[in-house]
């Protein structure tokens, strides 16, 4: 059994970035693995002010006190940690930015506490096309950061879930949700 974290970037609960999440908890659960999810908009998370704290005397913890000391242990409890957001603007929601930019606390001597840890992402977008969208930035964005913490991508989902199309009604979004479901479970 796997831990997996499931950072909601949507600022909707109900939205398709929530309705793919829920396909994905779905089947994870069946298979046995624990489940959490962080809807991030619920949360007043302040932006990372860049002072670098947390790189001294302070692993693990952020000099500002808010939520995010709180959040850091079940990041780091986690096998595998799925980015879900709507596209913004051509890119990630400023949501899971925010919590993605306070992940600087968690750097130690030598690297960062999240190297080779799994990750997977989930995209949805309003434009009819990928090229379009933004979703672009938003991958290329995610697998740099992977990179450096050395980790392993598992797999990205994203498609098109716009006004005149939920994703409930995309058979490859639906279909590419399941798979990576069935390769999350392998872990």
Known sequence: ???????????RKKGNTFFLIQELSKILIQNEHEIEILHLNDYDI????GC???????????VQNDVMNGLYPSVLDSDV??????????????????????????????????NGHKFACIFVYGDSSAEGSGVYTAIDSINHMIRYFRGENLG????????????????????????????????
């Open 1 to 11: 059994m796997s831990r997996i974290l499931i950072l909601n970037g949507s600022p």
């Open 46 to 49: 302040k932006p990372c002010q």
């Open 52 to 62: 670098f704290w947390c790189y001294k005397d302070f692993p693990l913890r952020c």
């Open 81 to 114: 940690i799925v980015f879900a957001s709507p596209i913004y603007w051509f890119n990630y929601s400023a949501q899971l930015k925010l919590f993605i930019d306070r992940l600087v606390a968690l750097h130690v001597k030598g690297g960062h506490s999240l």
């Open 156 to 187: 990205v989902v994203h498609g098109t879930g716009g006004d005149d199309l939920t994703v409930s009604d995309n058979p490859e979004i639906m279909k590419d949700i399941k798979d990576l479901a069935e390769k999350i479970s392998k872990i």
